[in-house]
């Protein structure tokens, strides 16, 4: 089941977030510092907590049997190039692992656009870490088409990384 995210979600959405990069990450970031990131439960989840009560974003969250397995978080773009314009976000997209491959995570991106679409934008970006070819996929099947010369650097666990932006028209 798919259902609009609410404050009580907050430490699920937090747990989810860390398990997916402790997963998705493992080739692209230290060890240490994936492992790292169970400490930081309670801060993500004080952050969710205050967030999803002031509806700063629209979350949305997959559920099976009472547990959240993932979640998507989409509004407004924050890009530079994007802002005040028709162009939403992804901001984020995150499954459990155990949990890829099944479907949660396209039932997650319909939410994301149906929302993006009925707050009257028109088109979307996402940022991807370059080499997470997994979701580089995911985000091709659905219809993403790369924004060439998009890329900004990023680091984490003092690695140097690069992000590149996608883009989708949303159908009318």
């Known amino acids: 089941m798919i259902r609009k995210a609410l404050p009580s979600d907050a430490r699920a959405v937090a747990q989810v977030h860390i398990n997916s990069w402790q997963h998705a990450y493992r ?5 240490h510092y994936l492992d790292s990131l169970d400490a930081t439960l309670a801060h993500r989840e ?9 509806g700063e974003s629209s979350v949305w969250v997959a559920q099976l049997q009472e547990q959240v ?9 924050r890009d530079g190039d994007c802002v005040g314009g028709n ?10 692992a155990g949990h ?5 995570g396209q039932a997650l991106w319909n939410a994301g656009v149906r929302a993006l679409k009925a707050q009257g934008f028109e ?11 997994r979701a580089r996929r ?12 998009s890329q900004r650097p990023l680091e984490r666990g003092g690695v140097k990384l690069g992000e590149v932006r996608y883009g989708l028209q949303l159908p009318t």
């Open 27 to 31: 080739d692209l970031m230290p060890a």
């Open 123 to 133: 088109r979307l970006t996402l940022w991807v870490l370059s080499g997470n070819e």
């Open 69 to 77: 397995v993932g979640w998507i978080c989409v509004g407004a773009s």
């Open 46 to 54: 004080s952050n969710w907590r205050r967030a999803l009560e002031l």
């Open 138 to 149: 995911f985000y091709r099947r659905v219809g993403c088409i790369e924004d060439i010369g």
């Open 87 to 96: 162009v939403g976000e992804v901001e984020a997209l995150y499954v459990a």
């Open 100 to 104: 890829w491959h099944t479907g949660v």
